[in-house]
């Protein structure tokens, strides 16, 4: 099992920053990927960005490139979600997940294995 707990979300005006934590814990070994995906009130769990544990390849969704970058630091075995330009249609409760299994697909929820409790984002205009 792995246990995931984030930290840093809050309230922000837009353009603002923030960056969020996701600290893994149990048999982090096991982790092929870590991702971060949001979901917004009445709307589907959307894929953010993701990185490949050893590797440190990403990925990330078209609507936060250029704003948004994930990195991992393993020997905390804790990854980031730093948040620049922040705009009111980000407002969401960000969830880390964790997968084990190399999958084809980068952004697909039910590939991940394990997940957050999730933490909220909220975006003032």
């Known amino acids: 099992q792995v246990q995931l707990v984030e930290s840093g979300g809050g309230l922000v005006q837009a353009g603002g920053s923030l960056r969020l934590s996701c600290a893994a814990s149990?048999?982090?070994?096991?982790?092929?990927?870590m991702g971060w995906f949001r979901q917004a009130p009445g709307k589907e769990r959307e894929f953010v960005a993701a990185?490949?544990?050893?590797?440190?390849?990403?990925n990330s969704a078209d609507s936060v490139k250029g704003r948004f970058t994930i990195s991992r630091d393993n020997a905390k075995n804790t990854v980031y979600l730093q948040m620049n330009s922040l705009k009111p249609e980000d407002t969401a409760v960000y969830y880390c997940?964790?997968?084990?299994?190399?999958?084809?697909?980068?952004?697909?929820?039910?590939?991940?294995?394990?997940w957050g409790q999730g933490t909220q984002v909220t975006v003032s205009s």
């Open positions: 997940a964790a997968e084990k299994s190399a999958t084809p697909g980068w952004g697909r929820p039910h590939d991940y294995d394990y």
């Open positions: 149990g048999r982090t070994f096991s982790i092929y990927r």
């Open positions: 990185i490949r544990w050893s590797s440190g390849i990403t």
